[in-house]
């Protein structure tokens, strides 16, 4: 079986520099899955946690214990049916069986005690189909 396991980070610091305005870069093998950190160890009771997909900010995640809300939620052209799983106690989103459509920038956004916000932006390479036979 061919593996050709590609998922490499860095952080690149945003032009304004603050420390809740980092950019993330993922790169991530189609097919894979890959796992948006929010960099909680556990979800605090008054934490309301967003994320969301692309430009038009749709929001795609949405958790607030406090509501008893933890809850994900597709774009309207459904790209992420099924592809979305939340890690329960930090809130982390994982994109299962990535492709090209689901490329492009997540935000994070952790309203607390304090405000956090992280942008991932995730980039999808295609298999060499080629070298894959069945
Ligand atoms: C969170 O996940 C753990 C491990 O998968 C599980 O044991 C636990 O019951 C889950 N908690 C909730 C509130 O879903
Ligand atoms: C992954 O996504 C592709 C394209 O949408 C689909 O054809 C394939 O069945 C999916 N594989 C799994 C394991 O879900």
């Not at 490499?8 to 093998?29: D, H, P, R, Y």
Request: charged share 20%; aromatic share 12%.
């Amino acid at each position: 079986m061919f593996i050709l396991f590609s998922l490499c980070w860095w952080s690149l610091t945003g032009v304004f520099g603050a420390e809740t305005n980092k950019i993330q870069s993922v790169l991530v093998m189609e097919g894979d899955s890959v796992t948006l950190q929010t960099g909680v160890t556990e979800i605090q009771y008054d934490d309301d946690i967003l994320w969301t997909f692309g430009a038009e900010k749709s929001l795609i995640v949405k958790i607030s214990i406090e509501k008893q809300i933890f809850s994900t939620f597709d774009v309207p052209d459904e790209r992420f049916r099924d592809r979305l799983k939340l890690e329960n106690q930090t809130g982390s989103l994982t994109i299962t069986n990535i492709t090209t459509e689901h490329a492009g920038e997540y935000q994070l956004e952790i309203n607390g005690a304090k405000l956090t916000s992280k942008t991932f932006s995730v980039s999808v390479y295609g298999r060499w189909r080629s070298f894959v036979s069945s």
